[in-house]
């Protein structure tokens, strides 16, 4: 698979060497890796449409087994069985476009409907019945929480080494925790963890 965008005319061939030859290596768009789907364009579009559809689907098996479900139920349902396939490596694959901010957004919304007392009102109102955050607000607060074992060495620095402050910072005042913004000028660029991270850290601090 390659990364970005091909030239048209690009016709080279890569080649995995085996025994004392070699065949060709087949060019795909996107690969699935620890359960991510990675496509050429870094958008991950294909694998958040496949976790929404996934979703959806365990909602409507929700909605047909429960008649009667009460909200205990219903979140302990929801946070295990839909919301965790939301979650998952979220920090990789956190959408950037609204369209796919949207269709995660509407998985919640959908399966809040799914409580009687709650189907007719507002998507805000049933999130403070069921004291439920957005997912928006979760994987902004899940990207703090990444920087944050980094930053405390939770984790190997060697994995993260644009969010290591000592080796990128020049400290003249405030504390020893900021960290480098990397510049970036394409979108997506922007929205890579160690950009969209940094960026909410130090609006944070």
Known sequence: MTVGKAHPSSTHIYKLLVGIGSQDLKRVTQEKDLGVLVDSNLNFESHILSKVKTCNRITGLIKRNFDNIDFQCFLLLYKSMIRSHLEYAKTV???FRAKLIEEVEKV???ATKILPGLRQLSYTRRLQK???PTLVYRRARG???????IVHGYYDPECVPYLQPSSYCNYTRGHNKKLFKLQSHLDLRKNVFTVRGVSKWIDAC
């Open 108 to 110: 919640q919304k959908r």
């Open 130 to 132: 069921l004291q439920l």
């Open 93 to 95: 694959w956190s959408p």
């Open 143 to 149: 990207d703090m929480t990444e920087v944050l074992k």
